[in-house]
């Protein structure tokens, strides 16, 4: 047995069941019968809680089981042999832990709680034997692991933008997330440090620093502690999409003080245009 098992963070919750279970429509019973979702509740090994700053494995356990996010938040970090730390992604309600591995015979990660997180285990090679008897269960899994390359291949992509950009996609995917879970899209809190961030786009502390003025100062959000709330949601789906750059933003920023005055001035010369005639025809 793991390290990571025998802490105080594997301490079992309460029995539950997955069809009461408040993630259901995120996991995998969502578009199973009531028959396949007690099938698939067998797999279920054990759900425990995984206390904040402990692990749910760590890299070199033995890769055995899966993960389902039931509760809380995580981070997938991987330490070089050099001492240098690499944070690889972050994982939330309904989010699979361990697919990274699967095809391996231990885990290549670290998955760290970022709060205080529930999860569920599942067998991998239970979940492999069910996936065949159900098809729509392996379509669902066959779904995940295709997002999950998605989502790689995005993040790499990502890496080679600008940093403006990174942030800006990196504040959308967690307001996605905060509507997901059913709360605001424009107004959540960062379970993860601004240096798990950093490493996560690729930046340092203090570039992380910048980024959060200026974004904070282009009235793109607001940002007290770790609590963020989103002002201009469609700037920064352009900023993240590569539609306009950083550069054109600020100048359209700095232009629309001026074509607004403008716009006031006609209208004053308009105003007093209408007056006149008024007094005019009278």
Known sequence: MSKSDTTASGRLFP??????????????????????????????????RVLRGQFAYRAHDECTKLFIIRMGSFKTVR???????DVIAFHHVGDLLGTESASHSRYDVDAIALED??????????????SRKIPSLQHQILHRLSNEV????????????????????FLLDLSRISSRSGHSATDFSLRMSRTDIGLFLG???????RL??????AGLIEVSVRHVRVLAVEALGELASGTISWDQYEQDQMERPCAQAQAREMGQVLALERTAASARSA
């Open 212 to 217: 959060i003025t200026r974004f904070r100062k």
């Open 79 to 85: 330490v070089s042999a050099q001492g240098g730390v």
């Open 15 to 48: 029995v539950l069941t997955c069809k009461s279970c408040i993630v259901r429509r995120q996991c995998f019973p969502r578009d199973l019968s009531a028959s396949e979702i007690e099938q698939f509740e067998q797999l279920v090994g054990r759900r425990r």
């Open 117 to 130: 997180s529930q999860i569920c285990e599942v067998c991998f090679s239970g979940l492999e034997y069910l």
């Open 150 to 169: 998605a989502s790689m291949q995005q993040q790499s992509l990502l890496l080679k933008s600008r940093s403006e950009q990174r942030f800006a996609s």
């Open 203 to 209: 930046l340092t502390n203090e570039s992380m620093s």
